[in-house]
């Protein structure tokens, strides 16, 4: 399997060492793993101008699987809003067709009573929630900041209803009850 490993800035590259730590002990175990890393998010726009380069994007396009740290920091809030650091994990998304994000849910028996919710409430808890990450707020048109009376400023983004277009309709709705079997 080859794993493109993009650790991105900040905790993500923490992360990501230990996440390859794990990932090179099940390969001596038997599991064939092919890792190769680039640079993603404020680590790439620092070295080549571009949160997501070329490169990177290739690479990424090649693999079976990605394994992508952190991207961001409060250094980069003043660059123009292409080339911020998170702009890396949605053009890769959208570039790859990645349409779905699985949040997993499920709660331990001995655990049930630390949640803030009763233990009625939570006990057996175990859910997978799909969210779609292609449309909507990502990648809706138009947006942009907008002047109002008195030097005030707001932002906008259109919301998109994906579910009425095909690919919306079809991508997390066909794919999300698979899961469920898992």
């Known amino acids: 399997m080859r794993i493109a490993v993009l650790p991105g800035d900040g905790v993500g590259t923490e992360v990501i060492a230990e996440a390859v730590k794990v990932l090179s002990a099940l390969g001596r175990g038997g599991l064939a793993f092919e890792m190769e890393q680039a640079s993603v998010g404020g680590a790439a726009y620092d070295t080549s101008g571009d949160p997501l380069p070329e490169a990177t994007l290739e690479l ?7 394994l992508f740290g952190a991207v961001g920091g409060s250094r980069y809030d003043a660059l ?6 998170e702009r890396a994990i949605l053009r890769l998304r959208k570039e790859l067709n990645l349409f779905a994000n699985l949040r997993p849910a499920s709660v331990f028996p ?3 009573d630390a949640s803030t919710l009763r ?13 779609e990450l292609t449309g909507d707020i990502y ?5 942009g900041i907008r002047k109002l009376e008195g030097g005030m400023r ?3 983004d259109t919301f998109m209803d994906r579910l009425r277009t ?4 079809t ?5 999300a009850p698979s899961c469920q079997r898992r």
Request: charged share 35%; hydrophobic share 40%.
């Open 60 to 66: 990424a396009r090649k693999a079976d699987a990605i």
């Open 80 to 85: 123009p809003r292409e080339k911020r650091p």
């Open 110 to 112: 001995e655990l049930a």
């Open 139 to 143: 990648f809706g048109q138009p947006r």
């Open 119 to 131: 233990p009625e409430v939570v006990a057996g808890l175990d859910i997978l929630i799909v969210r």
């Open 166 to 169: 095909s690919q919306g309709r």
């Open 154 to 156: 707001e932002g906008f």
């Open 171 to 175: 991508s997390p709705i066909r794919w």
